[in-house]
């Protein structure tokens, strides 16, 4: 079974895929760690070390959301200019149609699905992934996705229990 999807995107719901994403490592972590210590080091100096560290935190706090909503804005702006991107999956692989450019994994180069509440993961690398919401799948288009993974020894996160799989998506 192919399953196709086109992922509309809205700022708000990019904004939290940024943040999750971000923070779906240890090294998203070790980031806002090491700002905060560049900062309140650079605070130091003029001031005591309870009131740099506190710049320092303040700093990592205004600017992480920041972050976050730049990272969105390019995402809306590039689905303005190319359209919302499809996805696909056959048992070839995955595939992204981004406009005009379009993306094609063997399953041996996905590193993981996962799926949360709202939305579903395809990581193309340990911390980027395609996504798109789960209410996008239909139940027997789940349970043939998360088919695709569990033949291609794709490791499945937060995956629809087994009994869950119809016949039809097989």
């Excluded at 100096?45 to 320092?56: K, S, Y």
């Excluded at 995402?75 to 190319?82: E, I, P, Y």
């Excluded at 579903?120 to 798109?132: E, Q």
């Excluded at 799948?137 to 996705?145: G, H, I, S």
Aim: a positive charge.
């Amino acid at each position: 079974m192919a399953i196709t999807v086109t992922a509309p995107r809205t700022f708000f719901r990019t904004f939290a895929i940024a943040a999750q994403l971000w923070f779906s490592a240890p090294s998203g972590y070790v980031t806002v760690a090491f700002m905060f210590v560049l900062i309140t080091f650079s605070f130091h100096n003029p001031a005591p070390l309870w009131l740099a560290a506190l710049g320092g935190l303040g700093w990592v706090a205004a600017m992480l959301p920041f972050l976050f909503a730049l990272q969105s804005w390019r995402t809306l702006r590039a689905t303005r200019d190319s359209g919302a991107p499809v996805f696909s999956f056959d048992e070839e692989g995955a595939a992204c149609a981004n406009g005009a450019i379009v993306t094609r994994l063997p399953w041996s180069a996905i590193h993981r699905i996962k799926f949360d509440a709202r939305t579903c993961f395809v990581y193309v690398t340990p911390r980027a992934a395609w996504f798109f919401g789960r209410d996008l799948l239909t139940k027997d288009q789940e349970a043939a996705l998360s088919d695709f993974a569990r033949r291609f020894n794709v490791k499945l996160e937060g995956s629809a229990p087994p009994e869950s799989i119809s016949s039809e998506a097989l």
